[in-house]
């Protein structure tokens, strides 16, 4: 007889209530749609430091975003969106000319949209 294998408990669902639940709860990049991996990587990146950078101002104003995107290159015109109070805020990551944006407009463009959870369409 063998040794018997380790059995974890169960991973406990995230929170729907109270504090924890109060976050970016899904991340998605543009993914396969034409880029390439260390795009994809450095947009998913982005998107990852810029949730858990904003995380504190949500729990503390009681905010949610269902889906934080990274908004589609042909979007020309806007920097983020924010459709129906959080359910899901898009963010443009890279400019008309296909750079990247620097963090600090990522992030800036990220609080602006947080605030439409709140405040107006």
């Known amino acids: 007889r063998g040794p018997r294998p380790v059995v974890m408990a169960p991973r406990a669902p995230a929170p729907e ?3 924890d639940s109060f976050r970016v ?3 998605k990049t543009q993914g396969k ?5 260390e795009d994809d990587d450095h947009a998913r990146a ?5 949730a858990w950078q904003v ?5 503390k104003r009681g905010w949610r975003v269902g889906v934080l995107l990274e908004m589609p290159p042909k979007v ?4 983020g969106d924010n459709w129906n109070r959080g359910a899901r805020v898009r963010l443009k ?3 008309d000319d296909g750079t990247w944006e620097v963090y600090e407009q990522v992030l800036a463009v ?3 949209e947080l605030v439409h959870n709140e405040f107006g369409p």
């Open 76 to 79: 020309r015109g806007r920097l």
């Open 110 to 112: 990220m609080l602006h």
């Open 33 to 37: 749609k034409g880029t390439s991996k």
């Open 55 to 59: 995380q504190p101002i949500m729990r």
């Open 25 to 27: 709860w899904e991340i």
């Open 93 to 95: 990551l890279k400019k």
């Open 17 to 19: 209530t109270g504090p």
């Open 46 to 50: 982005l998107l990852e430091k810029t």
